[in-house]
Nanobody, 123 residues
Framework: VQLQASGGGLVQAGGSLRLSCVVS????????VGWFRQAPGTEREFVAA??????TTYYADSVKGRFTISNAKNTVYLQMNSLKPEDTAVYYC???????????????????WGKGTLVTVSS
């Protein structure tokens, strides 16, 4: 499984960005794709995830109401609105072979990782 993230960049606080993650190499029948982020000097943390069927979504409390995860064909999107400086981080796309909230909202629950894309929010 390969995951290719893109869409990062520099944006002012209050602005929006949309990240994309193209998943290739395998078709999921029951799995989850998610986004994690890592700011300098911090641990990687969960942001959002969606079941490959598109029926179930999960969000970190810090992004609820501002970020929306969705998918279409082999691409998962993360629409980020009302961005804050504290959203600055490298964002990683990851996939899990299971659909389980407890599992997929933790780094250890993800089986496949893509390279990150940098999001910088200026104040």
């Amino acid at each position: 499984v390969q995951l290719q993230a893109s869409g990062g960049g520099l944006v002012q606080a209050g602005g929006s960005l949309r990240l994309s993650c193209v998943v290739s190499g395998r078709t999921f029948s029951s799995a989850t794709v998610g986004w994690f982020r890592q700011a300098p000097g911090t641990e990687r943390e969960f942001v959002a995830a969606i079941s490959w069927s598109g029926g179930t979504t999960y969000y970190a409390d810090s992004v609820k109401g501002r970020f929306t995860i969705s998918n279409a064909k082999n691409t998962v999107y993360l629409q980020m609105n009302s961005l804050k400086p504290e959203d600055t981080a490298v964002y990683y796309c990851a996939a899990s072979d299971v659909e389980n909230k407890v599992v997929v909202t933790h780094i250890g629950g993800m089986n496949y990782w893509g390279k990150g894309t940098l999001v910088t929010v200026s104040s």
